[in-house]
């Protein structure tokens, strides 16, 4: 698609509804206090075994943690300690999340930006970019091989900030999306959820969204801290205005999106400032909508073409750091999923999984059209970053399958209105986890049957058998109807779901 530059500067003066941003502001002021966060940091330290396993227990009981309990596990540095943290974190992953781990693709749609960042590829000022936007046609074809070649059933659909590209176009590529259906060995592949990842948008955008029907919206502060946030981000682009990014999962609530997705980009600023920030925007969003995010992600600065800062920066953050910070969120706001993507390699993944990560992305391509393209290798001057894990779907879920994990597909909870408070609720008594393995099992066995190399159905058969052992143990009230359905997917139907 042409990229139509025509009216940009007028697009970016109208993009910010200041309205939209004084209405949540307490005091003129938004709700991330620097001073307070730093101040907490150095006075939570010393940490003794009695008290960090005082707050593990509210932990475990699912309650998100207070800034102080935070920035208590977050100076612990004790080994035994660390380890006690560590095995919490597992448990309370299985408490809520069961064995599940959920797999999905990104797909990017478009690398034409408005925005300056100096860390991201995508910067308008990075004349070796390759722009591209995918024409509806294009999107299809991406589709297509996500869910017909591949498997998937669930993707992170990213776009830049650009007036060619708005909710508009956004609307129309997630209905285009939601379309495909294509043939597969026994039944079809379909893509079921879409999340988005976009720019912040005016209330009334994301109403229209909303009736597309939008999955999770994530949008990544990026760093909380604001004095590092006013040096990577340009006054003179809209991604430079902090408060309109920071309050746009309230515009989102407000607009019936209570599906949201928190991040910051490990990297930018101090990770332990980020991690309490992270927990701070968790409380506001639990104190103003009753709702918390549905999703944390904990991207880690890497190497993009053309950009000199990611390779400069003095808060890059080492691996036992990010496995800390990993466990320290699961502790700190433990309903919540938690997202490791491809960014990371083999190793990291692997390791985190026993920290509490319940999502993560695999055949991870983020050149614009790559999946169509079937490029092989990474295009550096097409894509925002480069990837450290590029494994294929099949031998991520081989892995997992070796590990005694079953990968879901399962979308039924969003179709069936368990979005928002609703999941919450489910997700902080562990009811969600019933569903969830009842619905694991079956999208298990679809992917297995349609998708699956013969020595990744191999190991796959071993849990999806455990499982349904489970199943019959624990839920016996179900487990004939589980079970006819089951055998209906053996057969060759698709799509069902408790």
């Not at 409380?283 to 053309?306: D, K, Q």
């Amino acid at each position: 698609m042409e990229i139509d530059n025509t009216n940009t500067a007028t697009w970016i003066k109208s993009r910010i509804k200041q309205d939209e941003i004084d209405k949540y502001l307490k005091d003129g002021e938004d709700f991330i206090n620097d001073e307070l966060i730093e101040a907490k940091i150095k006075s939570n330290t010393k940490p003794d075994r009695k008290t960090v396993e005082t707050i593990i227990n509210k932990s475990l009981a699912i309650n998100t943690l207070s800034l102080d309990e935070t920035a208590y596990l977050l100076n612990v540095d004790d080994p035994e300690l660390l380890s006690l943290m560590q095995e919490a974190a597992l448990k309370i992953k299985r408490k809520v999340y069961d064995n599940r781990i959920v797999t999905f693709a990104p797909l990017y749609l478009s690398n034409a930006c408005v925005n300056n960042c100096q860390y991201c590829g995508f910067r308008c000022s990075n004349q070796e970019a390759d722009r591209r936007i995918l024409t509806q046609g294009e999107v299809r074809q991406e589709a297509e091989v996500l869910a017909g070649e591949i498997g998937h059933k669930r993707l992170i659909v990213v776009y830049g900030e650009h007036p060619t590209t708005d909710y508009e176009y956004i609307a129309e590529t997630l209905k285009t999306i939601y379309s495909v259906k294509v043939p597969t060995k026994h039944g079809f592949g379909q893509i079921r959820r879409a999340n988005v990842n976009a720019a912040p948008m005016s209330i009334d955008a994301l109403k229209h969204l909303h009736k597309v029907g939008i999955g999770t919206y994530q949008v990544f502060q990026e760093t909380y801290h604001h004095k590092t946030y006013e040096t990577v981000h340009p006054k003179n682009t809209i991604k430079g205005n902090y408060k309109w990014r920071l309050y746009c999962m309230h515009r989102a609530m407000e607009a019936g999106v209570d599906d949201v997705g928190l991040g910051v980009l490990f990297g930018l600023a101090d990770w332990k400032f980020e991690v309490m920030a992270l927990v701070a925007h968790t409380h506001e969003l639990e104190s103003v909508f009753g709702i918390g995010p549905h999703t944390i992600s904990f991207p880690r600065l890497e190497p993009a073409e053309n950009t000199p800062f990611t390779k400069n920066s003095k808060y890059m953050v080492n691996n036992d750091d990010f496995l800390k910070l990993i466990t320290v969120i699961r502790l700190a706001v433990p309903y919540t999923g938690m997202i490791i993507t491809a960014r990371e390699s083999r190793e990291m993944r692997t390791k985190s999984l026993k920290l509490g990560i319940t999502q993560t992305d695999a055949s991870s391509k983020i050149g614009i059209g790559a999946y169509a393209d079937h490029a092989n290798d990474q295009q550096g001057n097409k894509q925002q970053f480069y990837l450290g894990d590029t494994r294929s779907l099949d031998e991520v879920i081989g892995e997992f399958a070796d590990l005694g994990y079953i990968t879901s597909f399962c979308t039924a909870g969003y179709r069936c209105g368990r979005t928002g408070k609703c999941i919450m609720d489910l997700l902080r008594t562990g009811a969600e986890g019933k569903y969830c393995k009842l619905n694991a099992v079956l999208t298990y066995r679809e992917w297995l049957d349609d998708f699956a190399s013969e020595k990744t159905k191999e190991s796959g058969e071993k849990v999806i058998a455990e499982e349904i052992e489970e199943v019959k143990n624990t839920m016996p009230k179900v487990y004939n109807q589980f079970m006819e359905y089951y055998k209906r997917i053996k057969d060759g139907e698709r799509d069902l779901y408790f």
